[in-house]
């Protein structure tokens, strides 16, 4: 059993840089250029776009579907044999080739759209859980809500700096801006290639690996390893109620994700310049809170700091429907010409705030309550977690906006956000970290 003890800086740098790389796929494919070009020009069923969320929707979902099937069988192997940098590298990969492939995607081949899509959404989301294993090595518990919320952190910066050749050369998503924007793929997956590499030159792999029993295969041994873990859930109840927790907040969170921005186009109809103001502002919020409530969560516990988040995103949602009411009546009530996409502006901090510190606290929770023998398949869950999430809660909505339209539609959030908060009451941190240290002092297989 490796003790808990605090990694090198340049290690937990190293690890962070995997954050800063990724989000250029999180911000320019998912959030705020490709799915707005997708849905708006190279689907283009106006006036409501209502095909072309549903296709966008469907894409991301079965990409994540792949995740749930295969993330917790992965994260067992790669604990068997303490390959996890190696699976790292697979996903990694394949995210960057899938992502500049989405180049050749223009209007008539949707299709093909959606196969590029399902391939590098499957990719990065499990590469998420694949770096997230390595954050039990990184520091004692008390340090991990730091050290995760640098990382996010570190990954919202990340973000701003890919962003920055899509404002400055590559310029506005529209059909006229088509030959430019369509390089949004390929810039995604250059600058996703080259800033990960501290990753591999400087995180440790620490596991041991164990040798591979006559006869058996690493597929075996992965579903042998999972089995187990469900059958003996029981010991571990605080973690698996938390995971339910995740599910809903999750759920919330990726559609605010996926169609924030779309949001603003389709509904708030914002100016280029405000947009590219609600990416900034939606950047530096979302980078001061993951580490702001990083050190929150070291003082006052990662459990308090994930209920404050949920607060704060159902206060979000509510601002994010109301903006157009709120307008229209200090106009008519009050005389004030104010205009509902800056307004929306100020509806984006709060969301900025509440997104990175929501998504570091639960990597943080799943951190403490997972035994670093088996941390890579328990991040294997929490990976299963968020992306049966992502695939529910894109659906939800891909099809709730059918039915009542985007704006409305949105309102679900709210139910989902206080869904996690009511199974987040059920949850205790010091018996989640408690089973988490008697797992290790047995040395659980």
């Known amino acids: ?207 041991v690996p164990c040798p591979l029993p006559p006869g058996t295969g690493y597929f075996r041994i992965g579903i042998g390893r999972v089995r187990n873990t469900v059958e003996h859930i029981k010991d571990h109840r605080d973690l698996a109620v938390m995971l339910v927790s995740i599910f809903f907040a999750m759920s919330g969170i990726y559609i605010i994700i996926t169609y924030a921005f779309i949001y603003g186009a389709q509904i708030i109809g914002w100016d280029e310049e405000v947009r590219t103001w609600m990416f900034i502002i939606v950047q530096i919020t979302a980078a001061l809170g993951a580490v702001a409530f990083g050190f929150i969560q070291d003082k006052l516990g990662a459990l308090f700091t994930y209920r404050l988040t949920l607060i704060l995103w159902i206060s979000a949602i509510a601002m994010i429907y109301l903006t157009p009411v709120f307008t229209e009546m200090m106009r008519s009530q009050f005389n004030v010409a104010w205009q509902a996409q800056y307004v929306f502006l100020f509806v984006g901090s709060v969301a900025g705030l509440s997104l990175g510190s929501c998504q570091s606290s639960t990597r943080t929770l799943v951190g403490l309550f997972s035994p670093l023998s088996r941390s890579a398949e328990y991040f294997g869950f929490w990976g299963l977690s968020m992306k049966l999430a992502g695939m529910f809660g894109l659906m939800a909505i891909g099809l709730l906006q059918i039915l009542v339209g985007l704006k409305s539609a949105i309102l679900f959030c709210i139910v989902l956000f206080g869904a996690a908060l009511y199974f987040s009451r059920q949850v205790s941190e010091a018996n989640g970290r408690a089973a988490a240290e008697k797992a290790d002092r047995e040395c659980v297989l």
């Open 1 to 207: 059993m490796n003790p808990r003890v605090r990694a090198s800086n340049k290690e937990i740098f190293g690890w962070a840089m995997f954050d800063f790389a990724n989000q250029a796929y999180t911000l320019l494919i998912v959030t705020v250029v490709f799915g707005d070009l997708f849905t708006r020009v190279i689907v283009g069923d106006a006036p409501d776009y209502r095909l072309g969320n549903l296709l966008w929707s469907v894409s991301l979902a079965t990409g994540y579907l792949g995740v749930v099937i295969f993330s917790p069988i992965a994260g067992a192997v790669m604990d068997y044999t303490a390959n996890k940098k190696r699976f790292l590298f697979g996903s990694y990969l394949l995210t960057v080739f899938s992502t500049a492939a989405l180049y050749f995607v223009e209007p008539g081949l949707a299709w093909l759209g959606v196969l590029l899509l399902i391939i590098s959404n499957f990719a990065y989301s499990i590469g998420e859980a694949f770096i997230a294993a390595f954050l039990p090595d990184l520091g004692p518990p008390d340090d991990l809500g730091k050290i995760s919320g640098f990382g996010w952190a570190l990954g919202y910066v990340g973000g701003m700096v890919s962003a920055i050749f899509v404002l400055l050369v590559l310029g506005e998503v529209s059909a006229e801006n088509f030959e430019s924007i369509r390089w949004v793929g390929p810039w995604a997956a250059a600058f996703f290639l080259v800033a990960a590499i501290p990753t591999f030159l400087w995180v440790k792999e620490r596991g």
